[in-house]
């Protein structure tokens, strides 16, 4: 059976410093992948998804990047954090035609 | 961008009650879905319905479909006090050999025991 790991759960960092998220996938093979932020109390931003091995499209211009070095891992960085980076972190992956999403637990990022 | 508008924002009710959650959207889509969202947690696949399909039930769910209004709903019937959650709809595009899913805003739901 599929399923997809990320971690930290939970992350406190402070203004200024790098960032790395990292999710992985099991079970499948060349999975649509996503990175979502989750503001508190809010709806999910899709922040980038990836179709394939270096294959990556940005919705939203920001302090965030994203890479997918092997097919089944997607990792979320940032070269300098800032106050507003701060947020609840999904990433997810879908497979096929109507299907649906599985997410990750997700991590807590607080900068501080 | 959101994709997906919710409405009401949040909705509180008694047990027993039915929940009636809407979902706006903007652009074509391959099919629609309902996720729930326990606090701090991930999210929970609830129910798919296509493009092509108007109802589709599962359980105590029953998810509507109009296309021509871009629009869904989500009925919860009989509440429980364990459906208290955060309820988002997302829109599923495909483009390319992928499928962009992209959510909409939530509804926050409380029923009260």
């Known amino acids: 059976s599929q399923t997809i790991h990320q971690w930290p759960a939970t992350l406190v960092q402070p203004v200024g410093s790098p960032l790395s998220l990292e999710c992985t996938v099991e079970g499948t093979s060349n999975p649509n992948l996503y990175w979502y932020r989750q503001a508190a109390g809010r709806g999910l931003q899709l922040l980038f998804y990836?179709?394939?091995?270096?294959?990556i499209s940005s919705e939203v211009p920001q302090n965030l990047s994203a890479s997918r070095p092997q097919d089944r891992q997607f990792i979320l960085s940032s070269k300098k954090l800032l106050l507003s980076d701060s947020g609840f972190y999904l990433c997810?992956?879908?497979?096929?035609?109507?299907?649906?999403?599985?997410f990750g637990q997700g991590t807590r990022l607080t900068v501080v | 961008s959101q994709q997906g508008e919710e409405d009401p924002q949040a909705l509180s009710i008694q047990e027993g009650e039915n929940a009636t959650m809407n979902c706006s959207y903007k652009?074509?889509?391959?099919?629609l879905q309902w996720y729930r969202q326990n606090s701090g947690r991930g999210l929970v696949h609830l129910i798919l319905i296509r493009s092509n399909e108007r109802e589709k039930h599962s359980g105590r769910l029953r998810v509507t479909l109009d296309t021509s209004k871009k629009s869904s709903s989500l009925l919860i019937t009989a509440s429980r006090a364990a459906d208290t959650a955060s309820y988002f709809c997302a829109t599923v595009a495909r483009g390319r050999g992928y499928q962009k899913v992209t959510f909409g805003t939530g509804t926050k739901l409380q029923v009260i025991p």
């Open positions: 652009t074509s889509i391959n099919n």
């Open positions: 990836s179709v394939g091995i270096g294959q």
């Open positions: 997810a992956w879908t497979g096929g035609t109507n299907t649906e999403a599985f």
